[in-house]
């Protein structure tokens, strides 16, 4: 919808650059992906486009994760500005609120948070057989050098994996076993590996359904481009009228 680079355009014309440059995220990657060319407006400006894209819905709540949080508070930020600048009488973005799930953060395969970008990521739809490679590969505590060395679990990624994808009882059978070295490191992991699999299961095969038919794709991405138009369109009108354009 070119709704939401109009609206974006919009606001980077009223949005101060440190608010942008002090967004977590932006200084992690420049930080991890210096072999990229980051350095652009555009990777500077996606927290704003993302706030525009969410703005232009004029949501409550925004599903994310406990990095992302930053993103929405940004977002705040940007609809509150607005808001004073061009309507402080009646205005007409609203400020979301993050909606954060219990687990809200996820360790990847190297203990670092999962991302695509670092390429420590479990994909959704990953095979069974990718998933079981990733995770057999992944590092464990490095004080766990042979086989009859014990571990602490809280120094292994494979813990925050057990942390939300095993049961209380499985947990507590890794943690000692890992303690005592009672176990290995691939017998910890696959508990990890199983309920990972079970739990993508119903998701490949929604997909591979999807795939199946593309005509019921395009059909669906027709249907919720109609309907989201209507909306970005009605909130366009809104902005600019506050902001006195006419064009």
């Given at each position: 919808l070119p709704e939401h680079a109009e609206l974006f355009t919009l606001l980077a014309m009223g949005t101060p650059l440190g608010w942008l440059e002090r967004v977590p995220t932006y200084k992690d990657q420049m930080e991890k992906l210096k072999d990229r060319d980051l350095a652009t407006y555009g990777f500077l400006g996606y927290p704003l486009l993302q706030a525009a894209d969410i703005l232009i819905y004029k949501a409550a709540?925004?599903?994310?994760?406990?990095?992302?949080?930053?993103?929405?508070?940004?977002?705040?930020?940007?609809?509150?500005?607005?808001?004073?600048?061009?309507?402080?009488?009646?205005?007409?973005?609203?400020?979301?609120?993050?909606?954060?799930?219990?687990?809200?953060?996820?360790?990847?395969?190297?203990?670092?948070?999962?991302s695509k970008s670092y390429g420590n990521a479990l994909a959704m739809r990953d095979d069974p057989a990718s998933v079981t490679k990733k995770i057999r590969t992944m590092p464990t505590d490095p004080a766990r050098v042979r086989r009859t060395d014990p571990g602490e679990p809280e120094r292994c990624p494979v813990w925050q994996l057990h942390q939300v994808y095993s049961s209380e009882s499985t947990r507590e059978w890794a943690a000692s076993g890992c303690r005592s070295a009672g176990i290995g490191c691939l017998e910890c992991k696959q508990p990890v590996i199983d309920s990972i699999v079970r739990e993508q299961?119903?998701?490949?095969?929604?997909?591979?359904?999807?795939?199946?038919?593309?005509?019921?794709?395009?059909?669906?991405?027709?249907?919720?481009?109609?309907?989201?138009?209507?909306?970005?369109?009605?909130?366009?009108?809104?902005?600019?009228?506050?902001?006195?354009?006419?064009?």
């Open positions: 709540f925004v599903p994310v994760g406990e990095d992302q949080a930053a993103h929405v508070e940004v977002t705040r930020e940007v609809a509150r500005r607005f808001n004073h600048l061009y309507c402080p009488e009646a205005p007409i973005l609203p400020e979301p609120q993050a909606l954060l799930t219990e687990t809200s953060r996820l360790g990847g395969l190297d203990g670092q948070k999962m299961q119903p998701w490949r095969e929604r997909a591979e359904a999807l795939q199946s038919n593309p005509k019921q794709v395009h059909w669906i991405v027709e249907m919720g481009t109609e309907r989201a138009r209507t909306v970005a369109r009605q909130t366009m009108k809104d902005v600019r009228e506050a902001m006195g354009l006419n064009y």
